[in-house]
């Protein structure tokens, strides 16, 4: 599967943005999907995952309750709404898929995938 994210951006502390997924390939609710993101100097770390059908959403602690991951599997998209955004949010944000759309995700899962997207800058501001 191939992944193009979009929506990165440079957003004030506490507004809110909207990246998106693009995908093309095999049928779009086989893959589980995520997004993960990277700091400058960081490691990358685990944003929020979906399951296939998109009835099960996975979310890191450190955006828990202010960021939420949804999936159209007719339009081929995983969004991710990020609100009340943070400096410490500032990262490079990369969507990926895995192809067991049953997996359940934690801050461990990033092995389970195996396709991902160019990237997305966010940059908050303070």
């Known amino acids: 599967v191939q992944l193009q994210a979009s929506g990165g951006g440079l957003v004030q502390a506490g507004g809110s943005l909207r990246l998106s997924c693009a995908a093309s390939?095999?049928?779009?609710?086989?893959?589980?999907m995520g997004w993960f993101r990277q700091a400058p100097g960081k490691e990358r770390e685990f944003v929020a995952g979906?399951?296939?059908?998109?009835?099960?959403?996975y979310y890191g602690d450190s955006v828990k309750g202010r960021f939420i991951i949804s999936r159209d599997n007719a339009k081929n998209t995983v969004i991710l709404q990020m609100n009340s955004l943070k400096f410490e949010d500032t990262a490079v944000y990369y969507c990926?898929?895995?192809?067991?759309?049953?997996?359940?995700?934690?801050?461990?899962?990033?092995?389970?995938?195996?396709?991902w997207g160019q990237g997305t800058l966010v940059t908050v501001s303070s």
């Open positions: 990926a898929a895995d192809p067991n759309p049953i997996n359940y995700y934690s801050a461990d899962s990033q092995a389970d995938f195996d396709s």
């Open positions: 979906i399951n296939g059908r998109g009835d099960r959403t």
């Open positions: 390939g095999r049928t779009f609710s086989s893959y589980g």
